[in-house]
């Protein structure tokens, strides 16, 4: 079955920047929409950032000026820098895809990836 597989992530310093990538594991598959999410501890899980299949993007109001999601259609991959980290962004971020293969459409969730901010 196809999967969002994540990396990237860590431990970083604030003020610190990381790279999350997000990569269909099937070629046949071709990712359309996808969100970024995050589940900091003890809180419900927010979309943070997102980005259509013609590139157009949004983010929640904490992380302007900060994140830049992007796509790259040849590596079938969404990635989410992230910049000038604070420690309210720790948590675990999840990427949320649309997947399309022929008229078949799955919406399909990474396994997570931790992302500690911290000194």
């Known amino acids: 079955q196809v999967q969002l597989v994540q990396s990237g992530g860590g431990l970083v310093q604030p003020g610190g920047s990381l790279r999350l990538a997000c990569a269909a594991s099937?070629?046949?598959?071709?990712?359309?929409?996808v969100g970024w999410y995050r589940q900091a501890p003890g809180k419900q899980r927010e979309l943070v950032a997102s980005?259509?299949?013609?590139?157009?993007?949004n983010y929640v109001d904490s992380v302007k000026g900060r994140f830049a999601i992007s796509r790259d259609d040849a590596k079938n991959t969404v990635y989410l820098q992230m910049d000038s980290l604070k420690p309210e962004d720790t948590g675990v971020y999840y990427c949320?895809?649309?997947?399309?293969?022929?008229?078949?459409?799955?919406?399909?969730w990474g396994q997570g990836t931790l992302v500690t901010v911290s000194s």
């Open positions: 980005i259509t299949g013609e590139s157009s993007t």
């Open positions: 949320l895809g649309v997947l399309l293969r022929g008229s078949e459409r799955l919406e399909v």
């Open positions: 099937e070629s046949a598959f071709s990712i359309k929409g």
